[in-house]
């Protein structure tokens, strides 16, 4: 009598089919993620200016002087910290706009990011 051995495990065929399937759920799976990530970088830089924004209108304010650094936003409590940009993923690259008359003190008066891309909406981040 002959016995007859059966073999478990998977043929090559079967493991080439699966890996195929994978892949393709991976390409359809992978652009819709990176948008998303760049998507919430957007809204953080954009919720961190409105912050910023604010921190420097109620410095002027409280002390009728735009700040001279963010450091003094901190310093004083109007910020807990000073943000990173989300875009160049750094809190030096901020750009800092002089207030539009020579007469007003301090050197912040609006704050943009440093970022030389351009936006999902076609924007360059540098005019946010």
Known sequence: MKKHRLYSGFTLIEILVVLAIIATLLSLVTPRYFDTISRSKETTL????IVMREAIDKFYSDKNVYPETLDD??????LRAIPEDPITES????VFISPPDIE???NIYDIHSGASNIASDGTPYADW
Do not use: A, E, F, I
């Open 46 to 49: 954009r919720h961190d200016l």
């Open 73 to 78: 936003l901190v310093q004083n409590k109007y």
């Open 91 to 94: 809190t030096l690259t901020w």
């Open 104 to 106: 007003s003190k301090g």
